[in-house]
């Protein structure tokens, strides 16, 4: 059974960083496209970030390029998005999801991604 568990969140002041941990059983980490998503309060989920563990290949959203950095581990089977210079608008609940298996759909569109965990909440406010 497919199972993500998301940890990390927390409050922390603009310009401040948080490393999300999400733990990942059920699979294998190397065999699948993992991502991270953001749901900010009044918007809608959007992907921020995703790693194919494969080969090392990452995607990031506009909005976070520069200041987020996604990683893995595959001995352990986790996922890391390691957040620096944090702003307001990053506020939300963050999701690691990993891909539906033949699922063509861009790597940071959420249709990819059939598994999903319960979420961690990150809160950027003075």
């Known amino acids: 059974q497919v199972r993500l568990v998301e940890s990390g969140g927390g409050l922390v002041q603009p310009g401040g960083s948080l490393r999300l941990s999400c733990a990942a059983s059920?699979?294998?980490?190397?065999?699948?496209?993992v991502g991270w998503f953001r749901q900010g309060p009044g918007h809608e989920r959007q992907g921020i970030s995703s790693?194919?563990?494969?080969?090392?290949?990452?995607y990031y959203a506009n909005s976070v390029k520069g200041r987020f950095t996604i990683s893995r581990d595959t001995a352990k089977n986790m996922v890391y998005l390691q957040m620096n210079k944090l702003r307001p608008e990053d506020t939300g609940l963050y999701y690691c999801?990993?891909?539906?298996?033949?699922?063509?759909?861009?790597?940071?569109?959420?249709?990819?991604?059939?598994?999903w965990g319960q979420g961690t909440q990150v809160s950027v406010s003075s």
């Open positions: 059920g699979f294998t980490l190397d065999h699948f496209l």
């Open positions: 790693i194919r563990s494969s080969d090392g290949t990452t």
């Open positions: 999801a990993r891909e539906t298996p033949g699922m063509n759909a861009d790597p940071l569109d959420e249709v990819r991604f059939g598994s």
